[in-house]
């Protein structure tokens, strides 16, 4: 998987799928007050909370929601999130990427962010994350000249903590995000700053030179202008308001608005909803750190219930009893 990329680039002017990169990580998001204190943990155990088999969306290698909206998914892989939430402080985490391509027409473009925006943000709120995100890869073939305004860059191997530090310092200094997908570094146009916002094509293929000539890691391999569509689902300010269902929400409102697409990610949804909650509850009872009761209950509701049963949940400001947490311990033992 970690030559995709470079294979991505030398076929870019012929190929014609374009490739999309769900990108996650399962330490919950600073400011949250779910499992804080596991952000400044020891990175190992970090990387191990996020490889507890819990804490996988996968079924078979292949991402679970993008393989139940009938995407050709490709194994999913681990990489390196790097985040900086609004409470500031850049975070550094293990992290996933989903990998799936899809016809590079503009409709189908459109239709695989759209439904992309809707997956990440379900995933984001189950996850307790800051925010959601993902991105997508248009082939040279279908993207004018104009419009390649982010990099894709091949690497020969996933950066370290320390290399992905440096290379969110470098990818700023440009104005882009940075986003390891697994297969490669991609640097996604910042449109929000001053650089990204006078962004052009011909200022995208002088930062190409520009940072191929640093003598950084990104110098062993090819660095190549393209067209990355992203999607951001944030959840930050919805978390800090803790008792008003906001959070919850944005996540039945952004799911629910495709009753085609709720009723094909349910299952996954309510699946992982289940699992997060036990591996949480665990992780409190060995840790002794904290978990947010609103964010537990929630996971109970959607595990037992369903989307519509957490809706009227919601709606009518009802709760799961502490019972509910026996059953979910007893289904796990069956």
Known sequence: MRSELARLAEALGRKKQATAYGTYEQVPGRGIGHLEELIDAPFEQRRLFTIDPRSSWNVDGQDALYAAMGYDTMPSQGMIGAFTPQAGG??????????????????????????????????????????????????LAAT?????????????????????????????????????????????????????EARTAASAGQAAKDIARQGTMLSQGAITPAR?????????????????????????????????????????LMQKAEANFLRDMESQRT????????????????????????????????????????????????
């Open 90 to 139: 850049l975070e550094i985490n293990p992290g996933m990427a989903a990998p799936f391509q899809l016809p590079a027409t503009e409709a189908d473009r459109a239709r695989a962010l759209d439904r992309m925006s809707r997956a990440e943000s379900a995933r984001a709120y189950i996850d307790a994350q800051n925010a959601g995100a993902g991105h997508l890869v248009t082939p």
């Open 144 to 196: 004018p000249a104009s419009e390649r305004t982010s990099l894709i860059i091949d690497m020969p191997s996933s950066p370290s903590r320390g290399e992905m530090t440096g290379l969110d310092d470098l990818a700023k200094t440009y104005g882009f995000f940075p986003v390891d997908t697994g297969a490669g570094m991609s640097f996604i146009n910042n449109p929000f700053s001053p650089q990204g």
């Open 228 to 268: 990355l569509d992203s999607v951001f689902e944030e959840y930050e300010p919805l978390w800090r308001e803790p008792g008003t269902g906001a959070a919850t929400r944005k996540f039945l409102n952004d799911v629910l608005a495709d009753e085609e697409i709720a009723a094909t990610l349910e299952p996954a």
């Open 287 to 334: 840790t002794g750190y904290a978990v947010r009761e609103d964010i537990q209950r929630a996971r109970q509701i959607l595990a037992s219930s369903g989307l519509k049963g957490l809706k009227q949940a919601l709606e009518s400001g009802a709760v799961l009893p502490a019972a509910a947490a026996a059953i979910l311990l007893q289904n796990r033992d069956d």
